[in-house]
């Protein structure tokens, strides 16, 4: 039995359709993903070789307005310029372009709260929000009925809105309890002075693997490297010199390694340094870092993924930890004697 003839215009979703041989209201299904537990897997590859055939091109402008949508999502992060945050973008994207959305990213002024800015709730969908609290999105939100549909990245569970996090509590811990191994007992702690929950859980996992070491030097600085340094230099020089510094990212390790170059100290065999993240950084500075890798592109996939669910069925998912890796490199070492 011979295919259906090509439409001889723009081919429409009652084209697939006949040319599938299914209804319409299938196709809707298959072509909007919406097909699971509703439609079998062979009739889902019959309508996407069928559309693929004809070269179908879904009607973006008459559906959204059929359904009450923009098909847009907010991405809401501290910053653009983050390799951490761009890879969470990375991720976020890949699964928005798969369910046919766009993505507008908007940044967080200081990391605390929204820039001013064009976007209303009537401009989006949803909102997917990294490494804040859900208090600061509350203006955008307030202008949709119900609330505007949100999911959290890095930020606090618990507060009735469904969160994706890495786990940054166990990576902490894995190590700490890594560095006290190599028999470290004085430590040093370059805390972000960014006010977020991911840096408020690694600092309480350091303290709680801390045992019967001491920490005996701490401050804090802004993710930068010139503050890093800073903000290290007193840390390494203090009279009761710390055998490693553990720094809350990447970025501030190697503003460390630049403190311990100014003062005449070797990593690792003076001071050990460790980072968190896993970021370019730790492939660049010389020796390289020992971190925690965590799973960016990861986070913003399944970030995605949940908000979309959350926006097809209107029911919150679980929370969702996604586990990191402990990275050992040539940063640290067992302390030096005495």
Known sequence: MSSPPLPAGRPTSKDVARHAGVSQSTVSLVLADKWRGRVSPATVTAVRTAAAALGYQPNNAARSLRLGRTRTVMLV??????????????????????????????????????????????AIDGVLASSMAVEPLGTLRAGNAGDLPLVMLDSEPGRGVTTVNDDVAEGMRALTEYLIGLGHRRFARLRSAVPSWTFDARDAAFRAALGTATVVAEASS???????????????????????????????????????????LRVPDDVSVSGFGDLRYARVVEPELTTVRLPAVELGARGMAALLDLLDTGTSGPDVVLAGELIVRGSTAPPPPG
Do not use: M, N, W
Not at 236 to 241: D, F, G, V
């Open 222 to 264: 802004a993710l930068l490297l010139d503050e890093a340094r800073q903000a290290a230099l007193p840390l390494l020089a203090a009279p009761a010199r710390p055998t490693v510094l553990v720094c809350d990212d990447d970025l501030q390790a190697a503003g460390a390694y630049k403190a311990a170059r100014a003062l005449g």
């Open 77 to 122: 992060v501290p910053v653009l310029t983050s390799p951490f945050f761009g890879a969470v973008h990375t991720g976020a994207a890949r699964v928005a372009a798969r369910r046919d959305f766009g993505i507008v990213v908007y940044p967080t002024r200081d990391g605390v709260d929204l820039a001013a800015g064009p976007y209303t709730s009537a």
